[in-house]
């Protein structure tokens, strides 16, 4: 369809929606989006307000996009915001840092006009060049502040040469580029990419699959259809329904791509385009997408009490995190393994990974899961120098905690039941049912449905304390333990971080108790001298020295050259395996064979 008829078209909806209307809300609202400088990073935004019958009206941005845990002020990024009625000027007060506020005594409607500058390459916020445009909602449609509730719809005005969009929001009358959108709680749940991607379609538990490319790649589309199907079904098969009837996958290819965002019956994905033709790369995306769809019912559905109804001008505190998120880390990896793209070895790596990886981090002695999820809004999406002292990843530890109880439930209920069974009941109670959100003691009495027990101990020591982990009594339930292959190692470490690539060694961190922590070594010294030797590689400047070695490290810190003498201490990593027992018994056998659901 040309531009022009499609704008008469738009012209024609707008009229008959404004004359139409419906009798408990009046109000409609239009946005019409243009791109004239697409290519400076320019969203041009004309938002009209029919039916108003009020005496103030506030226009607000929310300041934070929902699943990305931090307020990111998207107000900054508005200019030249203007209103006006029946053509007249209005003036528009800014009252606080996202809210604008308009007298409309008398006025029936309004007509706001302001520009968006998007220029921010990430999952969660708007870009725009002249290759495409990716309209992440939140921090592109300001709002009517008392009209959350109240229907939209968007008219998309493409720049030169831009011929497809992309997003869950439906068409209005069979048009691509005119979308409605019921209420803004969907509006800011379904981003939008508009230019000229590689779309291609497949069916999956009955439902209709949109995936779009951005950006090229060395991806295969049939390869794709198939495994990803594959994985929706996976995923449909443990919550018993889908809810979608469409859903659209919009993906990010990129030189050095990452990172995902769920929506309600929508993700944007982040990839490296040349990446899908090497296993770990493929599997890194299969992964990336089973972690975003899984959200779909876990975190836009089931969820926990403070995720939504959203308050989109304040951070919202939940302590669950680790299941939101920890949850379906565990589950992206498992719903792979469940597809049978590789085998079970490698998805015992991969576990053991995350166990790597936590147990490797300082912060583990510091920060609880629960307070690791409270402070995502001022730690985990904002962290510095000393984070890996001090924080643990929800993630990682969530995931964990989702192997742990897995297992705890298939070996209590003697492989009767899975953590899958506490999903798919904490779906149906909550969202479906009660239509509300879960508190921390509803899903802890969910998983204690399926587990036949009291998991008070269980909370106390790994929820809410600092109890190490013991791996191997639940890995012992399927016949597994870990294995430390550094073991009997005898290596010093000084116990820095290091900028990555470079000929010089310049500290990024510094970990807590280590031999550099204790000498004073810190973030941002260059080192440049070991016991008089000039040093210029990263990896080799302890150079097999033992424990309880001292040397004398040359730094520069602030321009001035410094001597710091260390002793060396011995590396605490620890690099695990997963491991089979020697003749598991046959209880063993059904908790591992439910586990990894093996035929
Ligand atoms: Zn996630």
């Known amino acids: 369809m040309k531009k022009i008829l499609r704008s008469i078209i738009f012209s024609l909806i707008l009229f008959f929606m404004a004359t139409t209307g419906n009798a408990a809300d009046n109000t409609q609202i239009y946005y019409n989006v243009s791109f004239p400088e697409a290519q400076a990073h320019y969203a041009d935004i004309e938002m009209t307000i029919n039916g108003l019958k009020q005496d103030e009206l506030e226009l607000k941005m929310p300041v934070w996009t929902p699943g990305s845990y931090l307020v990111r002020e998207f107000a900054r990024n508005i200019e030249t915001l203007s209103a006006s009625a029946n053509g007249k000027p209005l003036a528009a007060n800014k009252i606080r840092k996202n809210i604008w506020k308009l007298n409309t005594a008398g006025i029936g409607t309004v007509v706001v006009k302001y520009r968006v500058y998007a220029f921010e390459i990430s999952v969660r916020t708007s870009f725009i060049d002249a290759s495409h445009a990716f309209l992440s909602s939140p921090d592109m449609f300001i709002y009517p ?4 509730h109240s229907p939209a719809t968007i008219h998309i005005n493409p720049y030169k040469g831009w011929t497809t969009v992309s997003t869950s929001l439906e068409k209005v009358n069979g048009d691509a580029f005119t979308r409605h959108s019921p209420d803004f709680d969907i509006l800011f749940d379904s981003p939008i990419e508009i230019g000229t991607q590689d ?20 991806y295969e589309n049939d390869r794709l259809k198939k495994d990803m199907a594959s994985i929706v079904e996976q995923e449909t098969a443990i919550y018993g329904e889908n809810p979608n009837k469409h859903y659209t996958f919009i993906v990010h290819n990129a030189l050095k791509g990452g990172g995902g965002l769920e929506h309600l019956s929508s993700t944007t994905l982040g990839a490296s385009r040349d990446a899908y033709d090497t296993k770990p790369g493929y599997e890194n995306f299969l992964s990336l997408a089973a972690h975003e769809h899984f959200h779909l019912w876990n975190v836009k559905r089931l969820r926990p009490i403070a995720l939504g109804p959203f308050d989109y001008d304040n951070e919202n505190y939940t302590t669950n995190l680790w299941i939101a998120e920890g949850f379906t880390a565990y589950y992206q990896d498992i719903i792979v393994h469940r597809t049978q793209l590789y085998p079970t070895d490698n998805y015992l790596g991969v576990l053991a990974e995350d166990i790597n990886q936590l147990e490797n981090s300082e912060g583990a002695k510091v920060q609880t899961l629960a307070e690791s999820s409270y402070d995502a809004w001022i730690k985990a999406y904002r962290p510095n120098e000393n984070s890996g002292n001090t924080t643990i990843s929800y993630y990682t530890k969530g995931a964990i905690i989702a192997l742990l109880l897995d297992l705890e439930i298939i070996n209590d209920s003697q492989a009767k039941y899975s953590l899958d069974d506490v999903m798919k009941y904490m779906y149906n109670e909550y969202y479906k049912v009660q239509k509300r959100g879960y508190t921390d003691a509803e899903f802890k009495a969910g998983v204690e449905k399926f ?12 929820i809410n304390g600092l109890t190490p982990v013991d791996y191997n009594h639940y890995l012992g339930f399927a016949g597994y333990k870990l294995t430390d292959e550094l073991a009997s190692s005898n290596d010093a470490a000084l116990g820095i971080a290091t900028i990555p690539n470079i000929q010089r060694v310049v500290v990024t961190a510094v970990a ?9 070594i810190n973030v941002n010294d260059e080192i440049i001298e070991i016991d008089g030797e000039p040093v210029s590689d990263a990896t080799k400047l302890i150079n097999g020295k033992k424990p309880g070695k001292q040397i004398n490290v040359t730094v520069i810190r602030d321009g001035i050259n410094m001597d710091i003498p260390v002793t060396l201490l011995k590396s605490t990593k620890v690099k695990y395996k997963i491991e089979e027992l020697p003749n598991p018994t046959a209880e063993q056998l059904t908790v591992r064979k439910k586990w990894l659901t093996l035929k």
Do not use: P, Q, T
């Open 145 to 148: 502040g008392n009209m959350l």
């Open 199 to 218: 779309v291609f379609d497949f069916e999956a538990s009955g439902v209709h699959y949109e995936v779009c490319m951005v950006g090229g790649g060395n």
């Open 451 to 462: 587990a036949g027990k009291n998991l008070d101990d269980f909370y106390a020591k790994y």
């Open 512 to 520: 807590r108790n280590s031999a550099a922590w204790i000498s004073g």
